[in-house]
């Protein structure tokens, strides 16, 4: 039986999917923060507290450690490499025959390069990464089928709003350059809910800000008014409870109130899409889709408003928080078959016991102490050149909707022009997704780099390095770590 995996380490949500030669199995969503607990395995959990550490996706490739409470030194590709690790461990795949790792657009060559070599550090199997906006559209390509045209990705995540243009084809491509936008996102939102709520029980002027109670209260506050915002994408209305020093009662939240908030943030985001499509020289009526992923794109005037003003058709699936995911999980899941067909087609026909490859040592990165578990061997060297093969051809079985298991995408449709047909893009190889010899999940074009954009504006920001680093800090020994935990 082959096995697979998808990932995706986001800064507020991770998820993984694995895959059977059945199909595709259920997505397990963890925190962002990673546990790093004395004499347990890394965990991703969803608060702050003692031994965790998050922060850690902008920061791969950055040679500024980030340091612990406790005085401990990691990398961000160490932290990166060990949340992939864990959150496979948690989807029971962690020595699946085939991984692929859905990472951010603008991740540039050195950025992959730092992830791999820290992946090899925790002994993972061999892993293929692929830009966000590739294993999205691999998601759309399943539910669509043959795709030839233009589509863009909007990515409306925690931390940011991520837009992408791709063209599909036999060989689909990120064009132009990808833009982001952390004006507009899921935190800024549920700023904008908490600040709503106050309000509404008379407790804005009631409150001591620089309380530590009332700090603390604050917090716990703002997790239920995200909680409270989610809700509204099903619900049409919620309840938010307020427990404050002086203030404890309970303010009622429908989904009208949630859309006056976000409308005007939500209608400026389409500029970023007009912007991204102008880089790449992009007309709108050409577009086939928009596609809208992350967690924050569950809220349904995110799809009005995209349908109403690009006058489109737009694509969301029932849980787009999990899109990138199982894209990045089909096209694992194609290239564990692809592989698997490759090793059965160089077998001798009368192969003997003693032909069969003996795998290599034990993987260092044990599943956490919380199950009991036989640690699986490694990958075998002719597995590995055989998953490296198949993922071209899992690209073009993705393209051409080769596949049988689905991702329940769904249609809002706009004035749909004649060729209302999405697009895909995906890797050719496990060690190249993008045009122009860029690696696995980096998005390059000729204008360079990747923009960060106020939406409306035409300001080129960052070049996609972290610039925000955390100090060093002392010079303190680091303590024991965590087996499987990422060298300090």
Known sequence: MTTSLGLKIGSTTCVAVPGTDGGLGAAVVR???????????????????????????????????LVTDDG?????????????????????????????????????????????????????????????????VAALAEHKGQLDGVTVVYDLGG????????????????????????????????????????????????????????????????????????ALSSDTETVVSIDL??????????????????????????????????????????????????GGSATPLVSELASSMLRIPVAVNNDPATTTATGAALIAHTAAKAAAAASVAVVPAHASA?????????????PAPRTVKVE???????????????????????TAGGLSVGTALTDDEGPKPAAAESSVTSSPTASSTAPDGSPAGSSTDTNGGTGSRTPGTVTTGADGRPTTVAPRGGTAAPAPAAPGAPTA
Not at 90 to 101: H, K, P, R
Not at 376 to 398: D, Y
Request: hydrophobic share 50%; proline share 6%.
């Open 354 to 366: 003693s032909d069969e490859v003996v795998p290599a040592g034990a993987h260092a990165l044990t």
């Open 159 to 230: 931390s940011s709003l991520d837009v992408a243009v791709v063209r599909t084809g036999a060989d689909p491509v990120v064009i132009g350059r990808p833009l982001k936008s952390e004006e507009i996102s899921g935190a800024q939102f549920d700023h904008l809910v908490l600040g709503h709520v106050l309000e509404s029980v008379g407790a804005t002027d009631a409150i001591d800000p620089f309380d530590a109670a009332t700090m603390e209260g604050l917090a716990e506050l703002r997790v239920r008014c995200a909680a409270a915002r989610e």
């Open 376 to 398: 699986p061997a490694s990958m075998s060297r002719g597995k590995r050149t055989a998953i490296v093969v198949g993922v071209a051809a899992a690209i073009a079985l993705l």
């Open 245 to 294: 020093p002086g203030i404890r009662t309970e303010a009622r939240l429908v989904r009208s109130e949630l859309e006056d908030l976000l409308r005007a943030p939500l209608a400026s985001s389409m500029a970023l899409v007009i912007e991204a499509l102008q880089l790449a020289d992009i007309e709108l009526g050409a577009v086939s889709t928009i596609l809208l992923t992350g």
């Open 31 to 65: 925190g962002p923060i990673l546990e790093l607990a004395p004499d347990a395995s890394p965990e991703l959990v969803d608060r702050p507290g003692p031994y965790r550490v998050g922060g850690f996706t902008e920061r791969v490739g950055d040679p500024v450690a």
């Open 72 to 136: 401990r030194q990691y990398t961000g590709e160490d932290l990166y490499a060990a949340a992939m690790a864990a959150l496979a461990a948690d989807a029971g795949a962690w020595d699946a025959d085939a991984i692929v790792l859905a990472c951010p657009n603008e991740w540039q060559d050195y950025t992959v390069e730092a992830l791999r070599a820290a992946a090899a550090r925790q002994d993972m199997p061999e892993v293929t990464v692929v830009s966000e906006a590739i294993a999205a």
